[in-house]
C-alpha cells in the first residue's frame, strides 16, 4: 500500500466540509416586484458573509438601491452605496452587517424595500449550519443552493485534491 494513500484520503475527506455560499433570489419565484411581502421571505432566509442576494426583475421599470437606514426608512437615496438596472442583479455580500435595498422609481413606497442582515462565517457558524442544513434547504425556497456541508467536495477543493494525489503519484501505478 502506497504510504500516501492516507494523505489522500484526508485531503480528500477534508475537502468536503467546505461550507457553500448561497444565492438568495429576492422573493423567490415572484421576484421584485410592487406589492410583495418582502419580509416574509427574508423571514424563512440566512445570510451570511460571501453569499449573494439577487433582484429579478422588468429591466427599465425597476431598480435596486443600496441605502442606508435612513434612506430605507424614508424611501430616499440617503447613504446611497450602489444602484443596479440590469434587471437580473447579482449583489455579493461581503460584510457582516445590515443591508438597505430599495427600488427607486417611486416604488419603495408600494414595498418595495428590504433590510437583511448578514452574519459573520466562521467556525461556530459553519458548524451551526451543519445541523440546520436540511431545515434551511426547505425554508429557503427562492434560494439556488441551502448554506451548510456540500455532500461532496467543491470544485476548487475537488482539484486540490486531485492535484495533491497526482504530486504524491497516486493513481499513476507509482508504488504498485
Not at 419565484?29 to 429579478?56: A, C, E, K, M
Not at 427600488?103 to 459553519?126: D, E, F, R
Request: aromatic share 12%; proline share 5%.
Amino acid at each position: 500500500m502506497d504510504s500516501s494513500l492516507p494523505l489522500f484520503l484526508l485531503l480528500l475527506f477534508s475537502a468536503g466540509t467546505f461550507v457553500s455560499a448561497t444565492d438568495h433570489i429576492v422573493g423567490g419565484h415572484l421576484g421584485w416586484n410592487p406589492n410583495i411581502n418582502y419580509t416574509s421571505w427574508i423571514n424563512n432566509q440566512t445570510f451570511y458573509v460571501n453569499d449573494l442576494i439577487s433582484f429579478r426583475y422588468q429591466k427599465n421599470m425597476y431598480n435596486v438601491f443600496e441605502v442606508n437606514k435612513t434612506g430605507y426608512d424614508n424611501c430616499t437615496m440617503d447613504g446611497l452605496a450602489g444602484n443596479w438596472s440590469s434587471g437580473k442583479d447579482f449583489i455579493p455580500l461581503d460584510k457582516a452587517k445590515t443591508y438597505y435595498f430599495i427600488c427607486g422609481n417611486g416604488y419603495c413606497l408600494n414595498g418595495m424595500k428590504i433590510s437583511i442582515t448578514v452574519h459573520p462565517l466562521n467556525a461556530s457558524s459553519a458548524n451551526a449550519t451543519a445541523p440546520n442544513a436540511s431545515h434551511h434547504a426547505h425554508s429557503a425556497a427562492g434560494s439556488a443552493a441551502a448554506p451548510g456541508l456540500r455532500p461532496w467536495p467543491s470544485t476548487a477543493a475537488w482539484l486540490l485534491a486531485v492535484a495533491a494525489a497526482a504530486s504524491l503519484g497516486i493513481g499513476s501505478g507509482a508504488g504498485i
